[in-house]
């Protein structure tokens, strides 16, 4: 079993940056790809970006150049720097890993076994 701990969030104004955590433990050598997605109020789960084994990134159109996704391999943590933030990405931030490995961009959260208990990120105007 692995699991997955986020932290990172909080309250920042617009334009702000701000970087999240996502560290793993238990089984990580059983983690391949790993991604972020986030929730709005009122809103479906949706998907911000994913890293796979070779480390290849991929994003939504909606945090493309904003956003950056990175891996510690030797730590087992996943990064998401978030640069120029603006209201709407308000939202809880989950962390997701996929047990076996797959490249590509894995944007449905059906491709992902484990799943962090989200931290809330809050970008005032």
């Known amino acids: 079993q692995v699991q997955l701990v986020e932290s990172g969030g909080g309250l920042v104004q617009a334009g702000d940056s701000l970087r999240l955590s996502c560290a793993a433990s238990g089984r990580t050598r059983r983690t391949a790809a790993m991604a972020w997605f986030r929730q709005a109020p009122g809103k479906e789960r949706e998907f911000v970006t994913n890293?796979?084994?070779?480390?290849?990134?991929y994003y939504a159109d909606s945090v493309k150049g904003r956003f950056t996704i990175s891996k510690d391999n030797a730590k087992d943590i996943v990064y998401l720097q978030m640069n120029s933030l603006v209201p709407e990405d308000t939202a809880v931030y989950f962390c997701?890993?996929?047990?076996?490995?797959?490249?590509?961009?894995?944007?449905?959260?059906?491709?992902?076994?484990?799943w962090g208990q989200g931290t809330q990120v809050t970008v005032s105007s």
């Open positions: 997701a890993a996929r047990r076996i490995s797959l490249y590509g961009s894995l944007s449905s959260e059906k491709d992902y076994d484990y």
């Open positions: 890293i796979d084994d070779r480390g290849y990134t």
